[in-house]
């Protein structure tokens, strides 16, 4: 049995895992136009940050791929897949035989059309480690930098920068900070906490126009910077099973046990959709976890087992320094809010179930609250009051805790 | 494989469990000096209520969210035991956020995780929870 993925990040790894775990014997290639050992994504942030190094930022060990036996062809681009040959082209015309394909081809940053954006000589992306090498070259104290896009990677480059250089300006169409998990209330503890290290905040604002080193934004503000980074928001690589017939819409689409409608080719991760069961709607989950779980089905699958990822939920943790953001979930349904000095707790309930919360350093045993939400817990089934005040296993039923703490789980 | 379970019935409520593990886990051979005046950040946790008591740390899941969810690859599950690697966690607290049990907690710096690990990475070699809980009420052992 040959095993081909095209990615070398959190999805393939899992799926090579997985694939291991099941088939000690068939061949597994793994092709990826990044050249480095795989590397924490998320980690490029913490590198820029003083919090980790090359080394310590790698995901698995170094041996990993002479440990599974694994083919790695690092540094070539999959041009194409032709599903009917079962082969997979690459850029430097060699074409690998697949019995069984993983796409796990994550995404790439959306640069969206901004006038004289060309005339900008010193701009970055921020989602790989050699965007975050190329741009450390650049770090110097007397630097004014440019962030365009307020959410999770535009802040957490920010984190990554903000004591590196003098300045560091954001810029973002949307009323608040961190959109896609905060709240208003949220938003602005959070942006409290990263003026104080001296970020400086233009929202409901976006640059018109870039004039060399000179941005134009719509308020009529005028900034001037050094350098431009660009993390307004990112698209999954769909082409690849696109171009070969497979149904894509905004990410590749597939089964629960993560096939595609191209028969024997799988994808998981970034590049994917995902049935959200708080909304009960398809959508692009771009975060770690996810990608793990369903990398790790993927495999399962292409090996000949049986597995099915069936509870995907939005669940993300981030730090700014030293504060926690810890959400799951989706936000809709009644609520229940706490504001205690600069922490906030919300949570989000209806039809007697969590559908997300929203906890602002107050990290602790947070994944009580994520658990009720993944396994849709009837809420009538433990003591639901307590639980809002303090996530703690003791409102729960006897009989669960015996199930969990007194047995093999 | 064995595991550290616990027996809520017999659980006395009086939190000896902490003291143990924040000395196994203190890397000091005196218990006044690791633990007299200090706040101590146990990684074992007992929960108290209307006559209720239990211990809850780590269970080392057969198939560990914390593991699968971990950001840096900090987390793995080796023999059995579920492992932190400090030196690689970079205290993003993923692993806090999808643990069912609450079992994973922020360090008291808060940079970086930490986790019960049966005492295999300290001097004690075996749990020392249970080693010196009174009334049985956690247990290594062998169970289905
Ligand atoms: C700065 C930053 C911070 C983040 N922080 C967090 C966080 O705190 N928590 C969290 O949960 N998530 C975070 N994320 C998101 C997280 O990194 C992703 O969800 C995760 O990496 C997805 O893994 P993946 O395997 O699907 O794809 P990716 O990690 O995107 O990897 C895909 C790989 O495939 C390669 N590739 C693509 N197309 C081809 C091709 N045609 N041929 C060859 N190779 C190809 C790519 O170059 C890439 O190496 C962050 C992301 C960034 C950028």
């Known amino acids: 049995m040959e095993y081909v993925i095209i990615g070398n990040s959190t999805a393939a790894v899992a799926a090579a895992e997985a694939i291991r775990a099941k088939d000690a014997a068939g061949g597994i290639t793994m092709i990826s136009d990044e050249k480095h050992h795989t590397y924490g994504r998320p980690l490029i942030s913490y590198y820029l940050l003083g919090r980790t190094d090359r080394e310590r930022m790698k995901y698995r060990p170094s041996d990993f791929y002479a440990k599974n036996g694994i083919r790695t062809l690092f540094g070539v681009r999959a041009e194409k ?21 993983l796409v796990a081809a994550g995404s790439r940053p959306f640069v969206p ?16 480690l050699d965007d975050a090498l190329a741009l450390e070259k650049v770090l ?24 590196r250089v003098k300045k560091v300006f954001v810029a973002d169409m949307a009323d608040r900070i ?46 001037e910077f050094d350098i431009l980074v660009i993390a307004v928001g990112v698209r999954a690589n769909v082409e690849l ?10 990410g590749i689409l597939t089964d629960d046990r993560q096939e595609t409608s191209l028969k024997d080719v799988y994808a998981a991760g970034d590049c994917t959709e995902s049935y959200d069961i708080t909304t009960k709607t398809c959508r692009i ?53 706490e504001k205690k000095g600069d922490t906030y707790k919300k949570l989000f309930y209806s039809d007697n179930r969590l559908n997300g919360f929203i906890l602002v350093d107050i990290p602790e045993r947070a994944g009580i609250y994520t658990s009720l939400i993944r396994n849709r817990t009837p809420l009538d089934e433990v003591d639901f009051g307590s639980l809002k005040e303090e996530p703690a296993l003791m409102a729960f039923s006897a009989q669960y805790r015996a199930e969990k703490l007194a047995k093999r789980v | 494989m064995k595991r550290i379970y616990v027996n809520e019935k017999w659980c006395l409520g009086c939190h000896l469990c902490e003291y143990e593990c924040a000395f196994a886990n203190s890397g000091l051979t005196d218990m006044v000096k690791a633990l007299k005046g200090k706040a101590i950040r146990p990684n074992i946790r007992v929960e108290d209520g209307n006559g209720v ?77 249970v080693k010196h809980c009174i009334n049985n009420a956690i247990v290594y052992e062998e169970r289905g």
Not at chain 2, 108 to 123: F, P
């Open chain 1, 81 to 101: 897949i032709d599903a009917a040959d079962k082969k997979v082209c690459l850029s430097d015309g060699r074409k690998i035989a697949y019995d069984k394909l």
């Open chain 1, 113 to 128: 059309p901004m006038e004289g954006i060309e005339s900008v000589p010193c701009k970055f992306n921020f989602m790989t």
């Open chain 1, 140 to 163: 110097s104290p007397e630097k004014r930098v440019l962030i365009v896009g307020a959410g999770l990677i535009g802040l957490k480059c920010l984190e990554g920068i903000a004591g």
């Open chain 1, 178 to 223: 961190l959109p896609s998990i905060l709240d208003g209330y949220g938003a602005s503890l959070i942006q409290k906490k990263l003026e104080r290290h001296g970020a400086e905040f233009f929202l409901s604002d976006s640059v018109q126009e870039f004039d060399g080193n000179t941005a134009h934004l719509k308020s009529g503000k005028v900034l």
């Open chain 1, 241 to 250: 099973v696109q171009d070969a017939g497979g149904k894509v819409g905004r």
């Open chain 1, 285 to 337: 989950l771009a975060l770690l976890p996810n990608a793990q779980f369903q990398g790790a089905c993927a495999g399962t699958n292409m090996a000949g087992g049986e597995a099915h990822f069936a509870n995907a939920v939005p669940m993300n943790a981030i730090g700014f320094f030293g504060s926690h953001v810890l959400t799951a979930g989706s936000y809709f349904g009644e609520t229940y809010e």
């Open chain 2, 53 to 129: 008591h239990f211990a809850v740390n780590c269970r080392h899941c057969s198939d560990p969210i914390c593991v699968h969810s971990c950001i840096a690859g900090a987390l793995s599950a080796e023999d059995g035991t579920v492992k932190i690697d400090g030196e690689k966690c970079v205290g993003c607290f993923t692993c806090v956020l999808v643990c069912p049990y609450g079992a994973i907690l922020p360090s008291a710096d808060g940079r970086i995780a930490q986790k019960c690990m049966l005492c295999l990475n300290n001097s004690c070699g075996e749990p020392n929870c």
